[in-house]
Every structure is written in C-alpha cells, then in structure tokens.
C-alpha cells in the first residue's frame, strides 16, 4: 500500500476541489441563483449573492414572456432525437464495415472520417447555406437535422467500431459457418451484443446534439416555430433589455433533462468521454 | 471462409450510406468553398469568376493579417489555460478521497448542457453594472467602479477566453484523469518504497507518462478552439470594435452578415488551410505516439 494522506494533503486536496469545481459550476450556481431573485434585486446594488425574498415567480411569468418556450423545448428534443437515429442508422453498418473488412484503403478512408471532425460546421457555413438553400431545407427541421448529424457521424463511427472490434471474431464466423449471411449475422448476432456500444453511441450522439445545436439553427432558420432552444433564448438575450431572471428560470428548464441523463448515465459517459476524445 | 472480394463489397454496401453523407455534407462543401472562393458570389443569383481577387483583397487589407494573429493568440491562451486547468483537475480528481464519484459528475455540466445556455449565464456574470464578477470585486472593495467586461477591447478578449476555457476544461480534465488511471500502479509502488515523495513521483512518473495524451489532446483542443463560434457570437459578436473578431467570426459576418459569400469563401479556405495544417501535425504525433508504444 501506498503512503496515506496526511490531515493537510487532505485538506489542501478539498480546497483544491472547491476551487476548481467553484469555477465549474459558478454560472451555473450564479445562473439559478439570479432565477430566484425578483428582477428589483437583480439591479440594485450593492450586489448579494444569496437571493432576499426568492421566489420561483420568475418559472412562471417567463412562459409569457417567451410564448415559444414549450416550443423550443420541443424543437431540441426533436431534433436531437431525428438526429440519433440518422446518426445510428449510418453509423452502425459503417462501424461494422470498418471493424470486420478491413480492405485496401480502409485505414485511409477511417482516417478521412476522422479528418472530417476537424472541420466545423462554421467553416462550411456558405456552401451547405447554398445547399440546404438549393435542396429547399432552409426554415424546416431538415436544415438543423442534415448538417447537425454530419459532423457527428465521425467520431461515432470510432468510438462503435472499437467496441464492435472487442466482440470475439469467432463468434461472426461460426455464424457463416452455420450458413447465416453476412447481413444476418450482422442483425442477428453482431447487433444484440453490440447494444451497450450503441447505447453509449446514442446517449452521446444525443447530448451532442442537444448541446450543439447553434450556427446550423441560427443560420438556417429564422421561423420561430422550427428554433431549438438555444437560438430561441439567444433572441430573448439579444434583446435591449434583457430579463435575466427569466432568461435564467428559462435556461435551467431547457437544461433540466440534460442533466437528469447526466446523473443517470454518467458511467456511460465517461467510457464514452473517454473513448471517443475525439470530440470535443 | 470467404472470398476477399465479396467480402469487401460487403463492406463497401455497409459504408455506403456514410460515405455519401459525408460527401454530400462534408466533402462537396468544401470543394464548393474553394470555387466559391475565386467568384464574386452574392445574394444575386448569377457571379463571376474573379481570380485571385478574393485572396489579394483579404490580405491587401492588412486587416485579415491581424485577424489571423488574433486568432493564433486567442488559441494560444485558451488552449494552455485548458491543459493546466484540466491538468489540475484531473490531479485532484484522481485522488483517493471521499466524494470522489460526485467531484467526477459535477466536472461534467458545462460539457454536457448546451453550450450556448452555459454561455448566457457567462453573459450574466460579465455584465457589468450588476454581473457576478464585476459585483464581488466591488463588494470586496477590490475596484472603484462597475466594469463592464465584454465592453472594452481588452476585457472582451480575456472574458471569451476565460468562458472557453470553462467550456473545454471538462473535456480536457476527465480525458487526463482517464490518462492518469491508466499508468501502471506498481510504477508508484516502486518508487514510493524506494522512498520517492508524492510530487517527486507526479514529476518524474506521472507527467512523462502522460506526455502523449496531452499531445493528443492540446492538438484535439487546438483544432476545436481555433474553430470556436458560440462563444464569441453570443458574448461579443466579435466586437467591441473587433477586438474578438477571430477568424470564424470574420468569415461569419463577411459570409453571412454581409452575404459576400466569395470573399467569405476565401476566408474559409484559409481556415481550412490551417485546419488541415494541424490534421497533418495531429496524425503524425499519433503515430509517432503509437510507435514510440510498440517499441
């Protein structure tokens, strides 16, 4: 066994803690401490952190203040949804690909797709505009939805196609051997023990989606009934006189379930994290 | 078994789908970007083809010169203050205290949330008559006055970095802190009992043997620090007076703002031109990094 902690190594390491995890989570402290004060207190000075006579007003008068909330809310969860399941259905069969026929020029071609994650949707902001533009997309779903899974399709296909790599070989080829077809030992075999690698896929494709959707949303939308929450509340913050604490009540619902999954899922996440760091 | 052929036709049939919409997403942007970048297109449906013009333009200016050195030094600091930060984090994350699984969960937030939401709280705590920050440091008596951060060239530019670095340093910290698990215990052992000190052995085990995941990931946070939009648009817009005008938002406003989509185009292209620049730099360390592991 290793040398323990003394009292003040121990000491210094929570102190340290509390520094760093301050610095973590002090707009979100601050961010839900500002949706319980009255709008008054948030323009007096001098400045409290602790909210006097906090109250949750502030989640129930922002619902008019944004009328689309619900909406946006909605929007976000749509589109992430949409977007996992395109990003499943192109990424499964292409991690299996790569994960079980390698063939001349895969190793280059898995190497492009990790090219792709480099570019940003900002820096091909004006032909996809073009394209979504000539395709007819702009103002629709489609216009967040398409862009949104491209660049999340690339680190997917490596973080499945490492898990897809641990399932035993043998076990594809004493399907063959069995007679089944490639494609079925695909559904049959490959894909129920792949399942938590898809999980794991999924969970962080959603996340991703979730977090991620502005430049796309800002770009090519502009009806207020197809925007996702973060350009929907970016109106509500550009605007001269800003609301805060609304703005704040109005944040935290919109980040309410992403968090609930954290908590929930936060062991998937991190062999996620992890594996697949090459997202950021 | 069988035959290479088919087998590789397979493969080919289940990549399929992603290869088309990579090239159709991806692939065919770019190249469009790179003919879009010699015409003078614009919210007009017809354009010409201009040559060199774009480029001679963008860099006669002289301006777009001092936006690119804005923007090298913009990553610069946001990316080393990224890898102490996560560095240190991940020091303290991987110690065997109580709490340690929730000190874990609570480093993920600005990571998982939306990024643009985790942004306007930023906006918040900058504000400058009634924000957070500008608050406490008048409360503590620390300055005379309110100060607005995102008002001023200088503040602006450290308050973007500061609120990137926020967002990146989960990223960084749990992606060490996986690095660090992995280094063999009895490496520790034996030099704790040949009677090596805590930081002797963070010194001398630790870091060299965490030298290729921070090369990995200072080049995988470079990349996606220089490509940095959310942040900067919704703080400052690039402004005040460009002072955080980086080289995305530059292309932004001329591209989208303005609809120059051609001298847009350009920028672009140079942007791709670095992006592919450190691409290069990044294979190459990773399989140096895996050579170096074979050995």
Redesign the interface.
């Known amino acids: 066994m290793i040398d323990r902690y003394k009292w003040y190594e121990i000491a210094s390491l929570y102190a340290g803690i509390a520094v760093f995890l301050f610095f973590v989570l002090a707009p979100f402290i601050e961010g839900f401490l500002v949706s319980l004060k009255p709008l008054s207190q948030l323009f007096s000075t001098p400045y409290s952190f602790i909210p006097k006579n906090g109250s949750f007003d502030a989640y129930f008068t922002m619902w008019k203040s944004v009328p689309a909330l619900g909406m946006h809310i909605f929007n976000s969860f749509f589109i992430s949804t949409v977007v996992t399941i395109v990003v499943i259905a192109v990424v499964v069969p292409a991690a299996y690909a790569f994960a079980r026929f390698p063939f001349t020029g895969s190793a280059m071609l898995l190497g492009a797709f990790l090219a792709v994650n480099m570019f940003s949707g900002a820096v091909l902001l004006i032909p996809l505009f073009r394209l979504m533009r000539g395709l007819g997309l702009l103002n629709t779903y489609w216009a967040m939805i398409v862009p949104g899974a491209a660049f999340l399709i690339p680190s997917s296909i490596w973080l499945l196609r490492t898990y897809m790599m641990r399932i035993p070989k043998e076990l594809d080829e004493a399907a063959w051997v069995d007679g089944a077809s490639r494609l079925y030992t695909l559904r049959r075999v490959i894909l129920p023990l792949a399942m938590p690698g898809i999980v794991v896929v999924a969970i962080m494709t959603f996340i991703g989606a979730y977090a991620q959707q502005f430049i796309f949303a800002l770009t090519f939308n502009s009806k207020t009934e197809f925007m996702p929450l973060p350009v929907g509340l970016f109106a509500f913050f550009g605007k001269q006189e800003v609301i805060w604490n609304e703005l704040m009540a109005a944040s935290f619902i919109g980040i309410l379930p992403v968090m609930i999954v954290i908590v929930f899922l936060q062991r998937y996440l991190v062999a996620g994290l992890t594996a697949g760091a090459v997202k950021q | 078994m069988?035959s290479?052929r088919s087998?590789?036709l397979?493969?080919?049939a289940?990549?399929a789908?992603?290869?088309i919409?990579?090239l159709?997403?991806?692939a065919?942007?770019?190249v469009?970007?790179i003919v879009?970048s010699f015409t003078n297109a614009s919210l007009k449906a017809s354009y010409d083809w201009v040559g060199w013009a774009n480029y001679q333009r963008i860099f006669g200016a002289g301006n777009f010169t001092e936006v690119i050195i804005r923007t090298f030094i913009w990553t610069f600091f946001s990316v080393s203050i990224k890898m102490i930060?996560g560095m240190?984090?991940a020091v303290?994350?991987n110690?065997a205290?109580p709490?340690q699984t929730l000190?874990?969960?609570?480093?993920?937030?600005?990571?998982?949330?939306?990024?643009?939401?985790?942004i306007?709280?930023?906006?918040?705590?900058y504000?400058g008559?009634?924000g957070?920050i500008?608050?406490?440091l008048?409360?503590f008596g620390l300055t005379n006055g309110p100060i607005a951060f995102l008002a001023y060239g200088d503040t602006a530019f450290w308050a973007t970095i500061v609120t990137d670095v926020?967002i990146?340093?989960?990223?960084v910290t749990?992606?060490f802190l996986?690095a660090m698990q992995s280094i063999p215990k009895d490496l520790?052992?034996a030099a704790?009992s040949d009677g090596a000190g805590?930081f002797y052995r963070f010194r001398r085990i630790t870091v060299p043997m965490m030298i290729p995941a921070i090369i990995?990931?200072s080049l995988?946070?470079l990349?996606?620090t220089f490509?940095s939009?959310?942040i900067i648009?919704?703080l400052t817009q690039g402004g005040p007076s460009n002072s955080t005008t980086t080289m995305?938002i530059d292309?932004?406003k001329t591209?989208?703002g303005s609809r120059k989509?051609g001298e847009?185009?350009a920028r672009?292209v140079v942007?791709?031109i670095f992006?592919?620049a450190?691409?290069l730099v990044?294979?190459r360390a990773v399989r140096k990094l895996q050579q170096g592991e074979a050995k």
């Open positions: 069988t290479t087998a590789t397979f493969a080919l289940l990549l789908p992603a290869l919409y990579i159709t997403i991806v065919y942007p770019l469009d970007t879009l930060v240190f984090g303290l994350l110690a205290i709490g000190f874990r969960i609570l480093t993920m937030p600005p990571w998982v949330v939306p990024m643009s939401i985790g306007f709280m930023w906006g918040w705590m504000n008559q009634f957070m500008s608050g406490l008048q409360n926020w990146g340093v989960p990223m749990i992606y996986a520790y052992e704790w805590r990995t990931m995988l946070s990349i996606a490509n939009f959310d648009w919704i995305i292309t932004y591209a989208i989509y847009g185009a672009a942007i791709s992006v592919i450190f691409c990044y294979f």
